[in-house]
Every structure is written in C-alpha cells, then in structure tokens.
C-alpha cells in the first residue's frame, strides 16, 4: 500500500499557524509574576521590582521581636508602675489610641506641675527599664 502523498500548506499559512500557536503558549503563561518584573520607577529614577518591595525574612523577624517587646512593656507597666505613673507615662506617649501630650498637656490634666510630671515620668522609665533589664 502506498501513503497518500501529504499536501503541504504554503509558507505563509504555516508561518501564520507557528505565530498563533506561538500567542496561544504565551496566554498560558500571561497571569505569571516573577520577583524581578519591574513594577515602576523610585523615586531616585531607579527602577524597582517586586522583590525591593515585598516583606523580607528580616522584617518578619524585627516585626515579631517589636510584638514581643511590647507585649512585655506592657505587662511591667502592669505590674510595676503606680496607677500615676501608668496614667503619665500613657499621657506622654500616647499609648492606648491616645495622642501623645506634652508635659504640660499632662500637668494640666492631672492637676500638678510640669516639673512633678517631670519626676513621675523619670521614675517611671527607670522601673520599666529595671523590669525590662531583669527579665
């Protein structure tokens, strides 16, 4: 038995066949992302890909060592501050939602001088940080 003989397509239809099947991969492939893909220009002109901008190891590191400290400032504020002393130093650094006062904000709130505010204030960091060095 003889094959039938293979009818060839001209150039210009199996050229325009390699380019469609050529569009057709790159579809495929269109909704993928690399870190290198530049996403737009700095400020300083420099282009800047996804990698300069997501989250790094070293960030979620600082950011839980930033969650532990806090956490832990907040209980030796509990525990080893006077109720005046915990109310100034959450005046003068707005911890809570506040906004941050300033000494003489606070004096007048609390009905004592600045300086007084002054000396509460000092005492109070100094125990923190006692509690913080010992812990």
């Given at each position: 038995m003889q094959k039938p003989p293979t009818v060839q397509k001209p150039i210009g239809a199996r050229v325009a066949n390699e380019i469609l099947m050529h569009f057709r991969s790159?579809?495929?492939?269109?909704s993928d992302v690399s870190l290198s893909d530049y996403i737009e220009t700095g400020k300083d002109g420099n282009a800047l890909s996804l990698m300069d901008v997501i989250c790094t190891d070293d960030d979620l590191f600082e950011d839980l060592s930033a969650r532990e400290?806090?956490?832990r400032l907040h209980k030796a504020m509990k525990e080893v501050l006077t109720d005046r002393e915990l109310l100034v130093v959450q005046l003068r650094y707005g911890l809570g939602g506040r906004k941050p006062l300033t000494q003489r904000e606070v004096a007048q709130q609390c009905g004592i001088s600045r300086s007084y505010i002054s000396r509460i204030e000092k005492k109070?960091?100094?125990k923190l940080e006692a509690a913080f060095r010992d812990s």
């Open positions: 790159q579809k495929k492939s269109s400290n806090a956490a109070a960091l100094q």
